[in-house]
């Protein structure tokens, strides 16, 4: 069993920065791979950054490629997401999931994840 716990969303303007966090309970963060996601009012669950147990790959949503960089500290059982150049678009709830399993692959679907945190609210401003 796994826990997680968002952290760093906010308020910030159009251009800004956000550093999201997820700090995972259990001893086996490592050997799972890491996702965040997104949730507007009225849509679907979107998966915006994923990063595979051993860090070695990585996936990103179109949308933000070239502005998100996701990350892992297994020594912390953390996940990051470095949100720059932020768009009113990406106002959102964002959830960190985490997928069992040490695969190589990255799944975007959100069936594929074994457990979820509560979520954050990060809101853009224009």
């Known amino acids: 069993q796994v826990q997680l716990g968002e952290s760093g969303g906010g308020l910030v303007q159009a251009g800004g920065s956000l550093r999201l966090s997820c700090a995972a309970s259990g001893r086996t963060f490592s050997e799972y791979a890491m996702g965040w996601f997104r949730q507007a009012p009225g849509k679907e669950r979107v998966l915006v950054a994923a990063i595979t147990w051993n860090g070695d790959s990585t996936y990103y949503a179109d949308s933000v490629k070239g502005r998100f960089t996701i990350s892992r500290d297994n020594a912390k059982s953390t996940v990051y997401l470095q949100m720059n150049s932020l768009k009113p678009e990406d106002t959102a709830v964002y959830l960190c999931?985490?997928?069992?399993?040490?695969?190589?692959?990255?799944?975007?679907?959100?069936?594929?994840?074994?457990?979820w945190g509560q979520g954050t609210q990060v809101t853009v401003s224009s």
């Open positions: 999931a985490a997928d069992r399993g040490r695969s190589p692959y990255i799944y975007t679907s959100p069936g594929a994840y074994d457990y």
